[in-house]
């Protein structure tokens, strides 16, 4: 909705001042410069894909840029706050911004899903998860004699520690989670549970809220802070089913192999971010 609002921001009929627009998609035309420029070089190596393709030098330019990231989620809250604000005062704009379309895949172009603004906000930094997700699955299958593989490491080392400083700055907001509009997520019960996870009995934390169940595991307390969750799963209440298991069944612990468990904190990240984005 970038570009109709500001294109209408010069008539005499604004929805939104130039202010609130820069405000609000503080950075966003850059970031998709930057993709852009990443999909370009991107689409022709892997149309002409052969065992000595590079894709390393792609991966690694768009890791070092992710200082522009960095600015992006500075103002994310205030982007954030300052739609709701315009969103109150003006019913167009609520509209709007409760209504966008966007589309799902490339694979399937006349079908789309209506998207929130506050959603669609949040997506540059659910990117920076899923080319994480890519970039060690990618390293999985590069050999290590492969000139791509240094380069591969350096990018996923700096988006790793890209994810971990901001999922601490974005938090999910406790006390009132939006669900529609003018209903509320609320906690029904919470109770300590045991989950198992791929023959390994874990200790879980379960939330059951007016919508959601989601599951949580309690992390050790330092330093004096206060008490921190890592959300584990979580899953709508409409979809929930559930099944009759047979206790006798007993189920062999696995090994788990060290680069499957980094796949699994990664996953966990991406989840916290899914998690952020119900809020």
């Not at 852009?36 to 065992?51: A, I, M, S, T």
């Not at 709007?96 to 929130?116: F, G, Y």
Request: proline fraction near 5%; charge should be neutral.
């Amino acid at each position: 909705p970038m570009k109709p609002l500001k294109a209408a921001a010069t008539t005499s009929q604004p929805v939104l001042t130039v202010t609130q627009i820069e405000t609000i998609f503080f950075k966003v035309a850059e970031l998709y410069e930057i993709h852009k420029e990443f999909y370009d070089g991107l689409l022709p190596r892997v149309q002409q894909w052969n065992h000595q393709q590079r894709v390393g030098d792609l991966f690694q330019r768009l890791a070092n840029q992710l200082g522009l990231y960095r600015a992006f989620v500075d103002n994310y809250e205030v982007a954030v706050e300052t739609a709701e604000k315009c969103s109150q005062a003006n019913s167009q704009f609520a509209e709007i911004s409760e209504n966008l379309k966007v589309r799902s895949s490339k694979e399937c172009k006349d079908h789309t899903v209506k998207m929130s603004l506050e959603a669609l906000l949040y997506k540059p930094v659910d990117r920076v998860t899923r080319g994480t997700l890519v970039l060690h699955d990618l390293l999985k299958h590069t050999p290590p004699s492969h000139p791509d593989h240094p380069l591969l490491q350096d990018a996923l080392r700096i988006s790793q520690n890209f994810l971990s400083s901001i999922n601490e700055e974005i938090t999910p907001r406790r006390q009132s989670m939006t669900v529609k509009k003018g209903e509320h997520r609320q906690l029904l019960k919470d109770s300590f549970m045991v989950e198992l996870v791929e023959g390994a009995r874990k200790l879980r934390h379960v939330f059951l809220f007016t919508d959601l169940l989601l599951c949580a595991k309690l992390k050790k307390m330092t330093g004096g802070k206060s008490q921190q969750y890592d959300c584990k799963w979580y899953i709508p209440l409409a979809d929930l089913a559930f099944q009759n298991v047979d206790e006798s069944d007993s189920c062999p612990i696995p090994q788990v192999p060290d680069e499957d468990i980094d796949a699994m904190k990664i996953k966990i990240s991406q989840i916290k971010n899914e998690i952020q984005r119900e809020k």
